[in-house]
């Protein structure tokens, strides 16, 4: 059984920081590639940014690059979304996913495990 749970999300003013984590359990991740997706509210759940577990190799998507940064733990089997200089636009709930593989994908559909979510409120 795969598992993956988000933490670390909440309120926070616009401009502000917060760091969520993904805490990954039930099998080995290092084939995985770690996606972070965000849905605003009533919108469809978009990529936000993902990472290879061994290489290291991150992309992100235009909104948030130079403001959000991934990175991972591999002792910890978790992974790490950085969030910096916060938008109202920000706000939703974020999820992290699991991707088999090397390949780098922003495709949702490609994802093959998925968190719960966790919510991000950014206040104007």
């Known amino acids: 059984q795969v598992q993956l749970v988000e933490s670390g999300g909440g309120l926070v003013q616009a401009g502000g920081s917060l760091r969520l984590s993904c805490a990954a359990s039930g099998r080995s991740f290092s084939s995985y590639v770690m996606g972070w997706f965000h849905q605003a509210p009533g919108k469809e759940r978009e990529f936000v940014g993902c990472i290879t577990w061994s290489g290291g190799s991150t992309a992100y998507a235009v909104s948030v690059k130079g403001r959000f940064t991934i990175s991972r733990d591999n002792v910890k089997n978790t992974v790490y979304l950085q969030m910096n200089s916060l938008k109202p636009e920000d706000t939703g709930v974020y999820y992290c996913?699991?991707?088999?593989?090397?390949?780098?994908?922003?495709?949702?559909?490609?994802?093959?495990?998925w968190g719960q979510g966790t919510q991000v409120t950014v206040s104007s």
């Open positions: 996913a699991a991707k088999f593989g090397s390949a780098i994908t922003i495709q949702s559909g490609r994802y093959d495990y």
